[in-house]
């Protein structure tokens, strides 16, 4: 099971919008309705920011977003702030031998 | 407050084995799957084991089978790894995470990290 593809890094300034792909297969994201999406600040542990593509956890800012179209995932956080700089990951469910299967991962930076 | 501590991590010598920890709190830890996760240094996530709420199923990424195995203790709210065979590319910080949502992980611990070099 190889990893998902997303893009190295992304930026913007603040207060403009950063969108983050992640594709995979038709057995991973293409398959299931079950891509989250995880926030990483240097040294910390990940903290999950979307889950069943488009959810929101409780506490998770509306500036985060989800939507999937075939085999890619994206994210996409508006209104860009200093905090949102980290690194985000996706991830799909990938069936019942390989569960799961995380993306490359993507390094936000705010200009 | 929902809380993950791992522990058990340190330095360990090629093919040597290490058992790593996980002690839940603030929930009802049998009623929720349970995940590790592994980073090395500088690089992306890694799912690694996951084992179902009363333990009866379990499953691994190919590169960690026959040599790691996930378990828990239900009555003392905890999760273990126990890594044998280690190899060089093992070194890594490893997470444990609950499955709180449909297929989410939700949180995770601080991590421990295991350091596999002669």
């Known amino acids: 099971q190889s990893a998902l593809t997303q893009p190295p890094s992304a930026s913007g300034s603040p207060g403009q919008s950063v969108t983050i792909s992640c594709t995979g297969t038709?057995?991973?994201?293409?398959?299931?309705?079950?891509v989250s999406w995880y926030q990483q600040h240097p040294g910390k542990a990940p903290k999950l920011m979307i889950y069943?593509?488009?959810k929101r956890p409780s506490g998770v800012p509306d500036r985060f977003s989800g939507s999937k179209s075939g085999n890619t995932a994206s994210l996409t956080v508006s209104g860009l702030q200093a905090e949102d700089e980290a690194d985000y990951y996706c991830?799909?469910?990938?069936?019942?031998?390989?569960?799961?299967?995380f993306g490359t991962g993507t390094k936000v930076t705010v200009l | 407050e929902v809380q993950l501590v791992e522990s058990g991590g340190g330095l360990v010598q090629p093919g040597g084995s290490l058992r790593l920890s996980c002690a839940a709190s603030g929930f009802t830890f049998s009623s929720f799957s349970m995940n590790w996760v592994r980073q090395a240094p500088g690089k992306g996530l890694e799912w690694v084991a996951n084992i179902k709420e009363q333990g009866s199923e379990r499953y691994y990424v190919d590169s960690v089978k026959g040599r790691f195995t996930i378990s828990r203790d239900n009555a003392k709210s905890s999760m273990y790894l126990q890594m044998n065979s280690l190899r060089a590319e093992d070194t890594a910080v490893y997470y444990c995470a609950r499955v709180a949502y449909r297929f989410g992980f939700d949180p995770w611990g601080q991590g421990t990290l295991v350091t596999v070099s002669s």
């Open positions: 038709s057995s991973d994201v293409g398959g299931y309705n079950y």
């Open positions: 069943e593509v488009s």
């Open positions: 991830s799909s469910y990938a069936g019942s031998n390989t569960l799961y299967v």
